[in-house]
């Protein structure tokens, strides 16, 4: 059932930002060098590595760690790529990574194929059995503001209580967030 309803609404968000995309790539090439699109190594469900796509926010020098661990990463950020984070736009290009299955709209957000202490502590508490999301029960609480401990204490509770209903929820409360830009550090 999950599976169908992330195959729906990816299918149906895509025909609807069709044009959004196209401007967002558009303006990310026109002001900054290199591709639109940045595809990081991502871990996935079962710890198996998939390449996810965001729209380019970094420039293309920037070090391939999480941007919390980078000394100042601000000097990194393209001239529109606070703009994007904060509006989560970059995360658009995703809609790809649902319709191959690799992401569903909820679940625990996919770590980057570095982050050795949130995979280990995702993978003792079993979070590594979800599909990673583009929102989740983490997102909501906190986002990049929650230590990684928190974070997937989250991931866990998820895993418990996983229903289309709570992904609903979570899905609504993510709008309203972006709405509000809350939780947005980087």
């Known amino acids: ?6 195959l729906l609404l990816a299918l149906c968000a895509g025909a609807i930002l069709l044009l959004p995309v196209l401007l967002v790539a558009l303006a990310v090439r026109l002001t900054s060098k290199g591709p639109a699109l940045y595809w ?3 871990v996935g469900r079962h710890n198996r590595i998939f390449r996810m796509p965001k729209f380019r926010s970094m420039r293309i ?17 393209t001239p529109i790529g606070p703009f994007l ?14 319709l191959r299955g690799d992401m569903s709209f909820v679940g625990p ?4 194929f570095n982050q050795d202490d949130l995979i280990a502590l995702r993978t ?15 997102q909501v609480n ?5 230590p990684i401990p ?15 209903w709570f992904d609903m929820r979570i899905l609504w409360m993510t709008f309203v967030k972006v709405l509000r830009r809350d939780g947005v550090t980087h």
Not at 67 to 75: A, C, E, R, V
């Open 142 to 146: 906190g986002r990049d503001e929650l």
């Open 40 to 42: 990081s190594d991502r």
């Open 1 to 6: 059932m999950k599976r169908l309803f992330d």
């Open 124 to 138: 003792q508490r079993g979070v590594d059995e979800l599909v990673p999301g583009l929102t989740g029960w983490a």
């Open 85 to 98: 984070r904060k509006s989560s736009l970059d995360e658009l290009p995703q809609l790809w990574s649902i």
């Open 150 to 164: 928190q974070k997937v204490a989250l991931d866990a509770e998820y895993l418990q209580r996983q229903s289309l």
């Open 61 to 77: 020098d920037t070090p391939a760690v999480a941007t919390h661990l980078l000394t100042d990463p601000g000097k990194y950020l």
């Open 109 to 112: 957000r996919p770590a980057l």
